[in-house]
Structures are given as C-alpha cells and as structure tokens.
C-alpha cells in the first residue's frame, strides 16, 4: 500500500499539517495567553486605581456605604475586590459579606502581597482555595495620601477568574483543529490529484521501458507533460536510441571483424602455401635440378617476404586501433622531411621505369607539426603505391602547399587512375581494386588503412581523387 506515490504523498502531506497544526496551537496558544493575561493584569490594574481614586475622595467613614460601593464595582467589572491592612487582615471583600470577612485568613502571606510590599505593585495566578477556580490576583500597596478615611488600609487587592481565559483558549483550539482537518483532507484530495498525474505517465514509461528491456529498441517513450517527467523520458529516450546505434555499431564491427579474420587467414595461407609447394618441389628432387633450384628458393624468399611485410603491417595497424601506437609530436622543417623519403625511394622507381620527384617549392621555410616517424610511413606507403600499380614511363611527383595555418601535402601520379565505384573502399583494410594483380604485385591490403590511422591521428583526413587512365592525387594537412 504504502508502495505507490499516491499514498506516500497523500501520508507525507497529511502528517505536515497535522504538524503545522500541533505547532500553531501550541504557540498561538501561549501567545494569547499571554496576551489576555497582560491583558486582565492591564484592566486590574485600572480597577485598583479607579478604587484608591473613589477612597481618597471618601469625606467620612462609613463601612457599609464603601462595603455596598465596592461590590457594585466589582459586579460590573467581574472581579474580586479585597482591602486589605499592613497586617495582612482583610477589611473589606467583594464576594464575603461585611460581617463575616473578619472569618477570611490573613493575607500577608499570599505572593503578590508580598511583592506589593517590595516593588508597589504584585501579582499571581493560582487557584482560588475557597472557590477552587484558577484567578490573576494583583495587589497595589496604597501611598498614605490615598487612604481617604480608611487610615488602616494598606493593599488594594483585586483578583480575576480565568475561567473566561480557558473558555476563550479552548474554542481557539478548536478551530484551529477544525482548520488543520479541512486542510488535511483538502491536501489529501489534492495529493490523489497530483499523484495520479505523476503516476500515469511513471506507469507509461515502465510498460515501454519493459517492452524495450524485452528487445524492441524501436520503441520510444512517450509522454506529454513538460515537467521533470519529459526530462525522464527524453534521457530514457536517447539512451534508447544511443544503445540502438550501439547495437548497430557492434554489428557492423563483429561482420567487420568476422571478414578480417577470413582475409586475414587468406592473405596468411597464400604465401604460406607458396612457400610450402616450392618447398616440397625442391625436397622431391628440383634442389639437384640447377635449372629450377634457385628459382624456387628465390620465389619462396620472396614469398617469405611477402608474409613478414604483412605480419609487420597486421602488428601495426592492431597497435594503431587498439591505441598503444603513442605519437611524438614535434614541428619539423618540411622540404627536407620529403626530399629524404623521395630519394630513399627512387632506386624502386627507377626499377619499375617511373619517375619519381619532389617539386621545388617557392615557399619559406615552412614548419609542420606532427610525429615525423609516423608519417614518413604513411607518405611511404603513398608513394609504394603509386610506384607499385602504375606502369613504366609514368610519373610520381611529391609536392605542398600552404593553407592559412595548414599545409597541404600532394602524391600526385599520371597513372592508370581507380574507378570511381572503388574510391570510397580503398582505405578498408584488405580492400583491392584488382586483388590479382595486387597479389602478383606484393601489396598486403593494409597499407592505405596504416595511412588513414596515421593521418586522423594528425587531425586530418586523408582525401583522394582519381580519373582512369589519367591518375590519381592523394593529399592531406599537417599544422603549421
């Protein structure tokens, strides 16, 4: 039961006002007991002064004339009046008659008597020993001059009954509960309200969370309100949507992943499988054939070759895209940088007929930022490339351009171009545009996916435009 916001916000409110409402009476209470309290001691006060002013005007003494005239004041105001001697004996009292007040104790001792004799003015509230009711008692002590005739007279003594107190305090409190249970059960019917206006859409998005939980991740919260729920939602929403693509990522990651093992394990056997026939030719008796023996051993050497350049490019690309390649980043003078990677490769050039250069530049001195280890391989493998798969005669030339705070680096050939329909696959790893004549050539099917790590490792992307039979042009940017 408790278990629903329904009823948990129904509780929590109900017990706030019931709290608030405790609290108000308690405090409105003592605070208007106080103030009728200061009250009553306020109005006593005028009644002993109205009766020292009456006493002091009294031109003779007679008893049963001030004896009538303080009961008619008193009557009228409510209260008690006693007059009492230094002694503590009562002289006259407003509820006793006159010829039994000698009957009355002495009242030298009450509190507000002897704060009287003190301070001139005292007061107490106790109960009343012969009516048995709670009474605000206040005593004046009287200066000699407003004695009048009654020369023995010492304290004005006047008391109030609090019942009227209690009366009024009683019906505060009730109303004051009466308020605090309309409240309640106004809050209680307000909470249902509110509630269920929170719980409807809570129950909404837990019915389509658990159909989502059971694997339609097509399926997307709907809520119409526009508070904090709809903030819920739309989170819940695009975590949805996020492990949706997640989900599609890791699809296409584990074909990825299951057709580079499979090219893997190819491009692994074939060499493997070169090596072992011209291997097992020889051991079958072409080792003591002078006319084939050194070919073979020169074709496995090759083929062995073969298999430690993918090797060596499989182990790269699998630091690179598992992090661990780390980049040492450093401005380097950029001219020279490429004049050394063209000249290392001019000897493969010049065996395949190709001519291979580096174009003057009639820029200053210009500084690139990168990790320089790094790209000399990718602009390595650029130019293999286009050494590789271009014929004889053709021409590989090397050369940069500025671009506000860049560089731009070219490996432009006038070779035989790639098709259109191929450009957007070249940089996947083992992709050929003609996986024969790669093979014949010796390419690992790795080397424009090294290069493309290598430069968005830099912060760039490497881009390519080709036309058949005319060439193809690969550039990229370096800070500068």
Do not use: C
């Amino acid at each position: 039961m408790f278990n629903k916001i329904q009823t948990k916000l129904a509780v929590v409110y109900s017990l706030a006002i019931i709290i608030v409402s405790i609290t108000t009476i308690y405090f409105t209470s003592i605070e208007i007991e106080i103030y009728l309290l200061n009250k009553t001691k306020e109005l006593l006060h005028q009644e002993v002064d109205v009766i020292a002013v009456y006493l002091n005007r009294l031109s003779e003494l007679d008893i049963s004339k001030i004896d009538s005239d303080i009961k008619s004041m008193a009557k009228k105001s409510e209260s008690r009046i006693t007059l009492i001697e230094e002694s503590g004996r009562v002289i006259l009292d407003s509820e006793v008659p006159l010829q039994n007040v000698g009957l009355l104790e002495n009242h030298s001792n009450r509190p507000e008597i002897i704060e009287a004799n003190h301070s001139g003015i005292g007061t107490d509230t106790r109960k009343s020993k012969s009516l048995n009711v709670e009474y605000f008692y206040l005593a004046k002590k009287i200066p000699s001059d407003a004695k009048g005739t009654l020369n023995n007279l010492k304290y004005l003594h006047a008391s109030k009954s609090l019942h009227h107190l209690e009366n009024i305090m009683n019906e505060v409190k009730f109303n004051i509960i009466v308020t605090g249970l309309i409240f309640v059960f106004v809050i209680i019917a307000i909470s249902v309200l509110v509630s269920r206006q929170i719980s409807k859409p809570l129950k909404t998005i837990a019915v389509d969370l658990n159909e989502i939980r059971e694997g339609n991740f097509n399926k997307r919260l709907k809520v119409k309100t526009k508070d904090e729920i709809k903030l819920v939602a739309d989170a819940a929403n695009q975590l949805v949507q996020k492990i949706q693509e997640d989900l599609i990522e890791l699809n296409k990651l584990s074909k990825v992943r299951s057709q580079f093992l499979a090219n893997v394990s190819h491009e692994i056997r074939t060499p493997i499988f070169s090596v072992q026939a011209f291997l097992e030719t020889l051991m079958e008796g072409a080792i003591d054939d002078p006319e084939v023996n050194r070919d073979y051993l020169k074709k496995a050497h090759e083929q062995l070759k073969r298999l430690d350049s993918l090797l060596q490019d499989l182990i790269d690309i699998s630091r690179i895209e598992s992090g661990e390649m780390k980049l040492s980043f450093r401005y380097f003078d950029l001219y020279p940088f490429l004049k050394t990677i063209v000249d290392e490769s001019n000897f493969f050039a010049k065996q395949k007929d190709i001519k291979l250069i580096i174009a003057p530049t009639k820029e200053d001195k210009i500084l690139a930022f990168g990790d320089k280890e790094k790209l000399a391989t990718a602009i390595n493998n650029l130019i293999d490339n286009a050494i590789r798969y271009n014929p004889g005669g053709t021409e590989v030339k090397i050369y940069f351009k500025k671009e506000n705070n860049w560089v731009r680096i070219f490996i432009d050939d006038n070779g035989i171009g790639i098709a259109e329909e191929h450009l957007p696959r070249i940089f996947e790893r083992f992709y050929r545009v003609d996986k024969e004549r790669s093979r014949e050539l010796g390419g690992t099917g790795l080397g424009l996916a090294i290069v493309k790590h290598i430069i968005e490792a830099h912060d760039s992307k490497i881009e390519v435009q080709s036309t058949l039979t005319k060439g193809t042009v690969f550039s990229f940017t370096l800070k500068i």
